[in-house]
């Protein structure tokens, strides 16, 4: 989301403050600021500059506790493939700078600094930052009371359930026989995905007409393969992978593994006696890095990849409440 106003209103400060108060509640806060005027962040004569200088598209220099990119771009980069590309590990990103990108944004006002007639104002404006009342329709947040602002933000998009997971409900078809239980689970699940599902079934496998669905690239890797395929074919963001076992999965449940956890995590998964189950979970398409190094390393193991992703384990205590007698688990 976005922070706008003209300059002299105090927004940089502002959002030194909400950073601050953001990262103090334990989430992860990065900050995409856009410059008009020609940006030279490498000095002359240092070696990532020379580099550059002698034709290297991108430089990298890394050190024990920070890293900096130097690269050209073609043109305007867009802001969904900078977020993409460079903050996709952050809870929420906050921008300085985008006012045309449509983003959800705060407006900053401080009557000392007037209003500019020639700044171009932003649409699609949620709130206001101000050290005076308004005549405005948004809510109104005092200028001096960055965890005010900081309130709204996690109210708004970090609380849990305020941000669902884009998921396509994913199931492994291995047999003909688990074709009709996996037609009962999509009818019973996919319209808590928005009624978007997949079968990932084996090449013998004929899914009736119509039925989403696409054959398993990887049946030698078993579930793996199937989440591997799903990941890949899916048009969303994440997954829900259910397995035939859990056919008795309650659809609260299902809505329930959508908004638990951070937004940030990679995978969402119930723990069962203790034990992790990697057939009922959420998984996000950062996974297919991790899944691909592994099998590279020869470990082509469910959830052996699992520690080079940012896993969410649901703890009985919380999936008891949407499936008390725990149906999903036979």
């Not at 705060?106 to 000392?112: D, G, P, S, W």
């Not at 995905?193 to 079934?201: A, E, I, M, T």
């Amino acid at each position: 989301m976005s922070f706008a106003a003209p300059t002299g209103t105090g927004k940089t400060t502002l959002l030194e403050g909400v950073i601050e108060v953001l990262t103090g509640r334990g989430h992860r806060v990065s900050v995409l600021k856009h410059d008009a005027h020609r940006l030279e962040l490498d000095r002359e004569g240092k070696d990532t500059w020379r580099f550059r200088k002698a034709g290297a598209w991108r430089a990298v220099i890394v050190g024990d506790l920070q890293l900096a990119v130097f690269s050209a771009v073609d043109g305007e980069a867009s802001l969904a493939g900078l977020v993409d590309a460079h903050l996709a590990d952050a809870d929420i990103v906050l921008t300085e700078g985008f006012r045309k990108a449509g983003l959800p944004t705060v407006r900053v006002h401080r009557e000392a600094r007037g209003e500019d007639p020639h700044w171009e104002r932003p649409e699609n404006v949620i709130a206001w930052v101000s050290d005076v009342p308004l005549e405005v329709e948004a809510p109104i947040l005092p200028l001096d009371r960055p965890e005010a602002v900081a309130d709204f933000l996690e109210a708004r998009f970090l609380a849990p359930g305020a941000h669902p997971r884009r998921a396509t409900l994913a199931i492994p078809v291995g047999s003909e026989r688990d074709l009709d239980p996996a037609l009962a689970l999509v009818d019973r699940l996919a319209p808590r995905c928005g009624g978007r599902s997949l079968l990932v079934h084996a090449q013998e496998v004929t899914p009736p007409p119509g039925t989403p669905a696409v054959v398993d690239i990887r049946p030698d890797l078993g579930p793996l393969g199937a989440l591997l395929t799903a990941l890949a074919a899916a048009g969303t963001p994440e997954v829900l992978l259910v397995g035939i076992r859990h056919r008795h999965t309650p659809p609260a449940l299902a809505e329930l593994l959508l908004v638990a956890g951070p937004r940030v995590a990679d995978v969402v998964v119930p723990v069962h006696h203790g034990f992790r189950e990697p057939l009922l979970a959420v998984y996000g398409h950062r996974c297919l890095g991790a899944i691909h190094a592994a099998l590279v390393s020869g470990e082509p193991k469910m959830d052996g990849w699992w520690g080079q992703v940012r896993v969410h384990q649901v703890s009985p205590e919380t999936w008891r409440t949407a499936d008390p007698e725990g149906r999903a688990f036979p």
